[in-house]
């Protein structure tokens, strides 16, 4: 009797090809395109312990700052359009710099394959712990009176998603935006360190930035720029709207793929975060990093990312950010 080998071998012989193996990343990685410490790294972080189970090996997270995600845009575009190994954070802030040109001019929304989400998120208005301004009225009032006199910084320069926060603030008060004392930072990590040491007074960032914060005694979310109070820990923390200010600012986050990734390592990861969507592990992982649940991958995802780029375009051409 033949040995299986020795069968194996007669039918590639006889012209027979073997069915070939699933695909399985070699060795997976997550790219937050910032420095440490903020919503790309918190994101890249969801998929690292939430996909653990079924990778063969830890992902590996690379931190690749510039750009607020262009320099990582214009990677994934020239070295690794087709690698099927790696995922990039993405976020409604990268939608909106896709949507104003600021990715290049040679880059659109369709040079990437928009893969899954990780979660929502909401804006929030922080200040340090001993800031003079206990409600968001107040820093609203002082901002009225003296727009130059106060001191905001975000991750991004004019016309980012933190921008826009605090523009879209100032406006229901009839401040312009573009005479704010605005600073940008690369990324939330930086932000909080200058609001931290004293270069900015307001932080216009993440709701979920603030998730290690809560207690520390060293920052203070003055409102949350969601549509109604946010669940534990945030429900202490009252809405732009509560205090009078029509603001609402959703952030979803997730990853994408290179553009020219195969549809079969597409597919395995879509259907890894479909997997993760109905598993309580992957919800507690979203809650202890402040997301909040937001479930979609694959097509559907895709769909919803260019829908957000042509929304915000019309949004950038509103304020004046584009043409």
């Known amino acids: 009797m033949k040995s299986l080998k020795t069968a194996l071998a007669a039918l590639v012989l006889a012209g027979f090809a073997l069915p070939a193996a699933a695909f399985e990343p070699e060795r997976a990685e997550c790219i937050a395109p910032a420095n440490p410490g903020g919503g790309f790294d918190l994101t890249c972080r969801v998929?690292?312990?939430?996909?653990?189970?079924?990778?063969?090996?830890?992902m590996e997270v690379t931190f690749m700052p510039?750009?607020?995600g262009a320099v990582a845009y214009a990677?994934?575009?020239?070295?690794?359009?087709?690698?099927?190994?790696?995922?990039?954070a993405l976020s409604s802030g990268s939608a909106l710099n896709i949507a104003q040109g600021k990715f290049g001019a040679d880059f659109d929304e369709n040079?990437?394959?928009?893969?899954?989400?990780?979660?929502?998120?909401?804006?929030?208005?922080?200040?340090?712990?001993?800031?003079?301004?206990?409600?968001?009225?107040e820093l609203m009032e002082a901002a009225k009176a003296d727009p130059t006199g106060i001191v905001l910084g975000a991750g991004g320069s004019i016309g980012s998603q933190d921008w826009m926060k605090a523009a879209l603030l100032m406006r229901t008060i009839g401040v312009d935006p573009r005479?704010?004392?605005?600073?940008?930072?690369?990324?939330?990590?930086?932000?909080?360190?200058?609001?931290?040491?004293?270069q900015i007074d307001v932080y216009t960032g993440d709701v979920s930035e603030m998730a290690g914060e809560l207690g520390a005694g060293t920052m203070r979310?003055?409102?949350?720029?969601?549509?109604?109070?946010l669940p534990e820990p945030f429900a202490g923390f009252p809405t732009a709207r509560e205090e009078g200010y029509d603001v609402v600012w959703?952030?979803?986050?997730?990853?994408?793929?290179?553009?020219?990734?195969?549809?079969?390592?597409?597919?395995?990861?879509v259907a890894r975060f479909e997997e993760l969507y109905g598993d309580p592990r992957f919800a507690e992982i979203r809650a202890e990093?402040?997301?909040?649940?937001?479930?979609?991958?694959?097509?559907?995802?895709?769909?919803?990312?260019?829908?957000?780029?042509?929304?915000?375009?019309d949004l950038a051409r509103e304020a004046g950010l584009i043409q």
């Open 47 to 58: 998929a690292q312990r939430a996909l653990e189970p079924a990778l063969p090996s830890p």
């Open 66 to 68: 510039g750009g607020i």
């Open 75 to 88: 990677h994934m575009n020239s070295n690794r359009i087709d690698d099927p190994n790696v995922i990039v």
């Open 111 to 137: 040079d990437a394959r928009w893969l899954a989400s990780a979660g929502a998120d909401f804006g929030a208005v922080i200040v340090r712990e001993d800031s003079p301004y206990q409600t968001l009225g």
């Open 179 to 198: 005479n704010l004392r605005y600073v940008a930072y690369e990324g939330g990590g930086a932000s909080k360190a200058a609001l931290l040491g004293g």
């Open 221 to 229: 979310i003055l409102a949350v720029l969601s549509e109604e109070r």
């Open 250 to 269: 959703t952030i979803f986050r997730g990853y994408y793929m290179g553009q020219e990734v195969s549809d079969e390592a597409y597919d395995w990861w």
């Open 289 to 313: 990093q402040g997301l909040f649940q937001f479930d979609m991958a694959g097509a559907e995802f895709d769909a919803y990312v260019k829908e957000q780029v042509a929304s915000f375009r």
